[in-house]
């Protein structure tokens, strides 16, 4: 089990480093900086005066008690105090730091001075919306236009996604605060197409916030001189916790987004997804959307460039060079996550090269001490050139692959479906338990505003209960029947299509 995090009390005072791990010594602390000493010295000639009283009682000890042949006689009103003393005075029982090797008397003091030596681990983890709005007026959207095209997720707000210089804008607003999704081009945006998920977390889950954003996928056909580039933007939901409940959510999401693209692509000269998917190379909803409408992945293919072969696939999420990392995650993986990512698909009349790959942002806004955003930036610029058709390979590999995947994807859903399940029964067990009780007791409560203000809430919790077993389970439950329904189609036709393939093989030479 990890280890649970202190918490940490920090000195308020500019250009203090001071913290601690109790309120009260903060408190004491403060004293100290306003000179206020409430614990004097009443012994004669003494002036001296502390912000506690055992300061006080360890000055009284070391300088007034009676010496007899210069030896002080220590007193201490704990016994266990007294047990620390002979252990650290006379035998020499110290804590020794495992990093420098110095020797302290007490467990909690080696704590701390560990502490000193780890700074992250007292780093305070910023939070990116207090620094909103010099982010945005440092530019960082400016910088993004700068670009050829610029998909972004979760901007600020649409007035501070407005570029200054004169570039196309499309931003895709749906649900209750929006989807969070916006695209730059300096192109013409032909057509525009925004498709909302049926699943996207809970509304009770108010402190995640998915289900209020409305997210989905969004796709904007751009117009470039006498070519097609479909540029789909989006963001998938984001795990939260290490159990995941949002698995299934964030695969059917996947399989939502790659539908979109396997359907739409065919038009295009080059179609580019780029967004948040929430899943690094490997995780079942990457491939989904890799596999089906076979996207490539820039960081995953053979360059011709040296340069980006040894190119290591630095995280974008929680890596250490981010001012908004968690310090806990990025000290075990300092590289983090790749979770946010550019994939493209070109049409089999075009060759694409990869030939810039990277963060095209700094690590720190300039002159600034946090980051541009929580996640790291990515940018891939492509070269297009006429096919010599010889690219129509490895087409039969990612229908193999994507087999395996749809086959895990089922799993997921299936799983995810008898777990509703489940909590069907205890939401309607619970909601109905609550509201026989409620009726049970009718005219035994007595005539005071408390009481009825106890009947309201207790009746509050009875319908939550009853709704989420009854409504809400039933759209949640539709919307996993409805994409096991197309993942399980498209397994059974790819069996048929084999089949078929089977027997049209002539058996005779």
């Not at 890596?319 to 089999?348: C, F, M, Q, W």
């Not at 990869?354 to 891939?380: C, I, M, Q, W």
């Amino acid at each position: 089990m990890e280890e649970q995090q202190k918490r940490v009390y920090y000195c308020s005072y500019q250009g203090c480093a001071s913290f601690f791990d109790r309120p009260y010594r903060l408190a004491q602390h403060f004293l100290a900086h306003n000179n206020i000493r409430p614990y004097p010295c009443n012994h004669p000639n003494c002036f001296k005066a502390y912000t506690s009283k055992s300061h006080l009682d360890r000055h009284i000890v070391t300088v007034h008690m009676p010496h007899e042949n210069d030896v002080v006689y220590r007193h201490y009103s704990r016994k266990s105090n007294l047990k620390q003393h002979i252990l650290v005075k006379h035998m020499k029982m110290l804590h020794e730091c495992h990093i420098c090797n110095a020797q302290l008397s007490t467990k909690s003091k080696l704590n701390y001075h560990v502490q000193l030596h780890d700074k992250e681990v007292v780093v305070r983890k910023p939070k990116t919306n207090a620094d909103r709005k010099p982010r945005v007026d440092e530019g960082s959207f400016k910088s993004s236009t700068a670009l050829k095209l610029a998909g972004l997720s979760e901007p600020p707000s649409e007035t501070d996604s407005s570029p200054s210089s004169p570039v196309n804008l499309s931003i895709k607003t749906d649900g209750v605060n929006g989807s969070g999704l916006c695209v730059f081009s300096k192109w013409m945006i032909q057509d525009v197409f925004f498709h909302q998920w049926t699943l996207n977390g809970y509304i009770h889950k108010i402190h995640h916030g998915d289900w209020f954003g409305g997210k989905g996928v969004g796709l904007c056909r751009i117009k470039h001189g006498n070519r097609l580039i479909n540029v789909y933007c989006t963001h998938l939901h984001a795990e939260y916790h290490e159990d995941d409940i949002y698995l299934a959510h964030r695969v059917l999401q996947a399989h939502s987004t790659a539908e979109l693209v396997n359907l739409t692509t065919s038009p295009a000269d080059i179609s580019i997804l780029a967004g948040d998917l929430n899943a690094a190379p490997g995780d079942i909803s990457f491939k989904i959307i890799t596999q089906l409408p076979k996207l490539i992945d820039p960081f995953s293919i053979e360059h011709k460039q040296n340069d980006f072969n040894d190119l290591k696939q630095v995280g974008t999420s929680d890596n250490a060079n981010n001012s908004y990392s968690d310090p806990r995650l990025s000290k075990t993986n300092p590289e983090g996550k790749r979770i946010d990512h550019i994939l493209y698909k070109v049409n089999p009349a075009w060759e694409a090269e990869v030939v810039n790959l990277g963060n095209p942002l700094p690590t720190r806004v300039p002159g600034k001490e946090f980051s541009y955003s929580d996640h790291n930036a990515v940018s891939v610029q492509l070269h297009l050139t006429p096919s010599d058709n010889k690219t129509l390979q490895k087409e039969t590999s990612f229908d193999d692959a994507f087999d395996e995947t749809a086959t895990q994807a089922i799993k997921v859903c299936e799983e995810a479906m008898v777990n509703i399940s489940k909590s069907k029964t205890m939401y309607l067990t619970l909601g109905g338990l609550i509201l026989m009780f409620l009726i049970g007791t009718v005219g035994f409560w007595p005539n005071m505003v408390l009481y009825d203000i106890i009947k309201v809430f207790i009746t509050g919790i009875s319908f939550y209960y009853l709704i989420m077993g009854t409504f809400w389970n039933n759209i949640e439950m539709n919307s996993l029947k409805a994409g096991l329904s197309a993942l399980e189609n498209f397994c059974r036709t790819r069996v048929k299509d084999r089949e078929e393939c089977i027997s049209f093989t002539p058996n005779d030479k």
